[in-house]
């Protein structure tokens, strides 16, 4: 059974940094994304970034380029999303999320981790 924990999310005023951690169990397979997700109230959810995790390939949506870094911890089954330079229209629940690489759909899904920025 797969299992996505994220973490790290909190209030932070605009212009600072946060980091969002997601801890991953039960993954019996190999060669899959990683990615970040948000939702705002309101909107739809908005992919944020991904990273193949065999190789660290690394996917950006074009609101958070430049701002945001997705990284991978191989050891630790753990996926970061370093947030810099954040602005009060990131306000979202984030969601961690993994597909198969030749899948179109993410089908395992976190609870999420609010992250509120204010201005």
């Known amino acids: 059974q797969v299992q996505l924990v994220e973490s790290g999310g909190r209030l932070v005023q605009a212009g600072n940094s946060l980091t969002l951690s997601c801890v991953a169990s039960?993954?019996?397979?190999?060669?899959?994304?990683m990615g970040w997700f948000r939702q705002a109230p309101g909107k739809e959810r908005e992919f944020v970034s991904s990273i193949v995790w065999s190789d660290g390939t690394m996917y950006y949506g074009d609101s958070v380029k430049g701002r945001f870094t997705i990284s991978r911890d191989v050891d630790k089954n753990t996926v970061y999303l370093q947030m810099n330079s954040l602005k009060p229209e990131d306000t979202a629940v984030y969601y961690c999320?993994?597909?198969?690489?030749?899948?179109?759909?993410?089908?395992?899904w976190g609870q999420g981790t609010q992250v509120t920025v204010s201005s």
């Open positions: 999320a993994v597909r198969r690489r030749y899948e179109s759909e993410y089908k395992y």
């Open positions: 039960g993954l019996t397979f190999t060669n899959y994304y």
